[in-house]
């Protein structure tokens, strides 16, 4: 990984509530919060937590479909965070997104061919060979029949939809791919013809991936790097091994701990932390470390002061004042 | 221990503009009380359907059900499928109860908490509504609710996804039914509050002894809780056994199958997934012979084409795990190590 | 919420006090010279100015609103000289034309319209909602069939229509009513039996076209909620289908309905013009229409304007009120 492909220092995005009607409330909702890492070239970085924990705000930030509060964003060595849209559009062709849902995220009256071939009309590219060719070749590049070009989403499956979703994504060959939740909404069984398919993919044409996902089995399966996230913050980041064989957060663990293992006999014996409470808002994310209040190890300090983000070691960060482990 | 409900020969199907669904067809299972039956299937499997109709939940006017399903109550047994809808409902709520996956629009947005667990206790008990709303309370603090005699008059909105499951746990066992249908409970919520709600759905088991059928698609959610497991689909069971059984030794192509597709936690390390090709069969147009026949690896080691022939029996071996295969569990095990699929 | 309703009603009788700013506006900018219509021939200059200052016409059009609201609270008195008459508290204006107080024309006028709308409101939700409720629970069969013929027959029948076959082939031929009586005002508190018979039809006639579409709203809203998943789990609790209904459908099907009724009730106090001419109820839309069209009587026009538009507003205001009522989503956080 010798260059970055996605630089992201210290980036927060804010939503401002007002409401004026019968419900009055007023306040900020900071779903992302200062949050730093990066993507190498050709790696894959998972990017894991729970609900309102900021991860798809992350990712839509990143492409530009928020605008940052603040903080910056590097994409390909550019400082991008300011970028308007005129200056953003020739990038875009460089950065591309696959959505969750299959089922709402491909037009419904266009036909499969035209949904691939508008990303070849919006950047004006003509592939050599004519524009269908080009077509064919990436349905059949994921898996999907040709011929079925001019068919309607709706003739398809889930996991095939997912797969025109990505090939929409390959068309204008992206050095980035931003994915959020691609396979949540599959069929178990689809599920790993799905990743498989990711995964070939980024051997094939060295794509880079930002995997956005609460699903820890798959986020294991496919990452070089996690990023844990936790109310807008980073509790920790580690390669894949380190972080599922020994994590040093408290949230981590209690995370890992939480998924359930398809294996009987290791469910029957393992030790479970299971956590008290619930989420806090995030439109009122608790004083010191936002984890303090469910985090059994909590001490004055973390309910005072908030952890900075520290590298323990080379692309390994933890945030907390008493992590586990050593 | 005995069994509370047992499903027998069970087939639902409905008509649809595009033609006869059959959701499912033929099944059967059993769970005792204090027992665990998880069912898993994915999409289309028929899971929710048998279960559905087990409660009386189907569309009357549309579905076709054959089958029976007996509840051994104490006064004695009764078939839910022939019964009168009129006694089936009086059942509903009091000896079966049923919570479903999404939290988030399962409760009335208009009417409190504490008066929709109170309406659900009162229909089969007699008494006034400060009784009802006391029992409520009662019910809000036994599955973890804080404050519950504050929390009792606030409404569903007021309440994060995970409390509302809670909620709806809470209005379910408001009358200590024998059986908890659970139809994907945890789907819809963070796995850290999965984790949560599994858990106090276990301690309520040892509480009520109660009989408890988790349906799910996730297998890790199985062996966490599952004392036996029956395997769906399309429609069909293809596997039920002791949850070990169907873990370590599993006599069924699709179970295999989908054992080695997925990712683990705890096996760390990018070994390429063995996915199983193809996708589940259209409930439409199911085919001739066994429903797995298109994807299963397995096919080959079979007598020429009995598999696209003829559906498969479900034989029963030891210990009562049973599988639907023209292959014997000793040969599934056996080329299972050939095909690279051996757990 | 004691909050909300208080900021709601200082922002409401502010916008009534523009409305009513806008309505003297809009008629001062009006091309014609409401001082010159009144005359078919055309005036000599000197009536002219009688006229513009009998019409309050001669000072600018800010202190012609301003008189009017003092007007409101302390009556006043209109013309010069000899030609003077007061008002007393409330004056809506003085009409030249009838020589008499608009308030007193009102005062006449108001009950009937209302007695017209509250009656066709009760009607047209109690058969509306009803008939949708039934088509909604026998969809796809005869009922459900039925009510699409009736909503596609209420709604193509403009009043006219209705309420001309109304009154010639039952009115008149069964002689529900002595041709007489037609349109005489009875109190309800002091003749019942003939407020009901002067009533009846005129209500009928307007309440189905808004039966019609209350059938078509209320069908589709019952058959939406009946798929939420809350009823499911209503089901699930083991109550009867009729319960079910009752309490839980359609306590979330009325919220909606609440709103479009409480506009639909509003819009008919610009009166239900068309109604009230056929059966020559002496109502607001009838004074109206006579006034703009006939006598060009400038008072009247402008108290019907704003009677009509502060109603919109109130309703409006109640509607919110109610639904926040019905609904604690939008109340609580």
Not at chain 2, 127 to 155: S, W, Y
Not at chain 3, 126 to 151: E, N, P, Y
Not at chain 3, 177 to 184: A, H, K, N, S, W
Not at chain 3, 214 to 223: E, G, H, L, M, P
Request: charged share 20%; net charge neutral.
């Amino acid at each position: 990984m010798s260059e970055n492909i996605l630089e992201l220092h210290d980036l927060s995005k804010h939503f401002e509530i007002n409401n004026k009607g019968i419900r009055r409330e007023k306040g900020v909702v900071k779903a992302v919060d200062g949050v730093t890492f990066s993507v190498g070239k050709g790696e894959t970085v998972g990017l894991v937590g729970e609900s309102g924990c900021g991860k798809t705000t992350v990712g839509r930030t990143v492409m530009k479909l928020y605008e940052p509060t603040a903080g910056k964003m590097i994409f390909e060595g550019q400082d991008i965070t300011n970028f308007s849209r005129k200056e953003m559009k020739p990038l875009r062709s460089r950065m591309q997104m696959i959505f969750q849902d299959p089922y709402s995220s491909l037009n419904p009256r266009h036909t499969v061919g035209s949904i691939i071939e508008a990303s070849f009309d919006i950047h004006g590219i003509k592939p050599a060979g004519g524009v269908e060719a080009e077509i064919k070749l990436l349905l059949e590049r994921v898996g999907l029949n040709p011929e079925h070009i001019n068919r309607f989403p709706h003739e398809f499956s889930g996991g095939q939809r997912q797969r025109i979703g990505i090939a929409r994504a390959l068309a204008l060959r992206p050095q980035l791919i931003v994915a959020d939740e691609p396979v949540s909404a599959l069929d178990v069984s689809i599920q790993a013809q799905v990743v498989n398919l990711l995964d070939d993919l980024q051997k094939e044409l060295g794509l880079s991936y930002l995997f956005v996902a609460h699903d820890l089995s798959v986020v294991q399966h496919i990452s070089d790097r996690v990023v844990v996230m936790y109310l807008g913050k980073v509790m920790e980041i580690a390669p894949t091994a380190t972080l599922f064989d020994n994590p040093r957060h408290p949230y981590t663990k209690a995370l890992l701990s939480a998924v359930p293992v398809p294996d009987p006999k290791i469910e029957r014996t393992r030790e479970r932390i299971v956590l008290q409470g619930d989420l806090p808002s995030p439109m009122n994310p608790p004083e010191g470390c936002v984890f303090n209040t469910r985090c059994w190890k909590a001490k004055d300090l973390c309910r005072t002061k908030a952890p900075a983000p520290v590298e323990i070691a080379p692309n390994q960060v933890l945030a907390c004042h008493f992590p586990e482990g050593k | 221990m005995s069994n509370f409900l047992e499903v027998q020969n069970l087939s639902v199907s409905f008509p649809t503009h595009d033609g006869l669904v059959k959701a499912s067809n033929d099944v059967s299972f059993n769970v005792a009380l204090g027992e665990t039956l998880a069912i898993v299937g994915e999409s289309g499997s028929g899971k929710s359907v048998s279960n559905l109709a087990v409660m009386g939940l189907h569309n009357p006017n549309s579905t076709v059900i054959s089958g029976q399903a007996f509840l051994n109550l104490e006064s004695g047994p009764i078939d839910v499928i022939s019964a009168p809808a009129e006694s089936v409902r009086k059942l509903r709520g009091k000896e079966m109860a049923m919570i479903f996956q999404d939290p988030m629009s399962a409760l009335h947005p208009f009417y409190t908490v504490g008066d929709q667990i109170a309406e659900a206790w009162l229909l089969h008990n007699d008494g006034k509504k400060t009784d009802a709303i006391a029992r409520a309370t009662e019910m809000l603090n036994l599955v973890g609710i804080p404050d519950a005699h504050k929390r009792v008059n606030e409404f569903p909105h007021q309440f994060s996804g995970g409390m509302r499951q809670r909620v709806m746990i809470a209005m379910a066992l408001v009358n200590n039914p024998s059986l908890l249908i659970a139809d994907e409970p945890t789907t819809a919520l963070d796995v850290t509050v999965q984790a949560q709600i599994l858990q106090l759905l276990g301690k309520l088991q040892k509480e009520l002894n109660m009989a408890i059928i988790l349906i799910t698609h996730d297998l890790g959610v199985v062996a966490e809780v599952a004392d036996r497991v029956a395997v769906m689909y399309g429609g069909r069971i293809v596997e039920e056994g002791k949850v070990d059984d169907i873990f370590y030794n599993s006599a069924h192509p699709y179970t295999r199958g989908l054992l080695n597709s997925i990712p683990r936690v705890d096996k760390v390390g990018s070994h390429r997934l063995h996915a199983i090709p193809g996708q589940p069969p259209s409930l439409i147009a199911l085919p001739k012979g066994c429903s797995f026949a298109a994807r299963c690896e397995y096919k080959r080691f079979t007598q020429g084409s009995i598999c696209n022939e003829s559906v498969p029996a479900l034989t029963v071996g030891t210990n009562g795990h049973s599988a639907r295969c023209h292959l014997t569990p000793a040969q599934v095990v056996q080329h299972s190590l050939e095909i690279g699929t051996g757990a | 919420m004691v909050r909300y309703v208080g900021k709601r009603l200082f922002y409401t009788l502010l916008l009534m006090l523009f409305v009513s700013l806008t309505v003297y506006f809009i008629f001062d900018l009006l091309p014609s010279d409401p001082a010159r219509l009144g005359c078919v021939k055309g005036c000599p200059d000197s009536t002219v100015e009688l006229n513009r200052i009998k019409l309050g016409l001669d000072v600018p059009v800010i202190e012609q609103w301003w008189r009017f609201i003092l007007g409101l609270f302390q009556g006043r008195s209109y013309g010069t000289g000899d030609a003077t008459f007061s008002c007393p508290a409330p004056a809506l204006g003085y009409s030249w034309n009838r020589h008499a107080c608009v308030t007193d024309v009102i005062k006449e006028t108001f009950p009937v319209t209302l007695s017209l709308a509250l009656g066709a409101l009760f009607m047209w939700l109690a058969l509306g909602v009803s008939l949708g409720i039934l088509a909604a629970r026998k969809k796809g069969k005869w009922q459900d069939k039925a009510s699409t013929v009736f909503v596609l027959v209420g709604t193509s029948l403009p009043t006219f229509i209705t309420g001309i076959m109304v009154v010639l082939f039952i009115v008149l031929q069964f002689n529900v009513v002595d041709p007489l009586e037609i349109g005489i005002w009875h109190s309800p508190f002091t003749d019942p039996v003939g407020w009901l018979q002067t009533f009846f039809f005129p209500c009928a006639t307007l309440a189905l076209a808004y039966a019609a579409t209350y059938t078509r709203f209320t069908r589709s809203n019952v058959i939406e909620i009946s798929q939420e998943d809350y009823i499911r789990t209503a089901r699930a609790k083991g109550l009867s289908e009729k319960v079910i209904l009752r309490k839980h459908t359609l306590r979330a099907a009325i919220a909606p309905i609440v709103t479009m009724a409480g506009m639909d009730f509003a819009a008919l106090f610009g009166g239900a013009v068309i109604t009230e001419s056929i059966f020559s109820l002496n109502g607001l839309g009838k004074l109206s229409i006579k006034a703009v069209t006939e006598t060009f009587d400038l008072p009247i026009i402008v108290a019907t304007t704003l009677i009509a538009s502060s109603f919109v507003v109130i309703m409006n205001l109640l509607v919110d009120i109610a639904y926040a009522y019905i609904d604690p989503r939008v109340r609580t956080k």
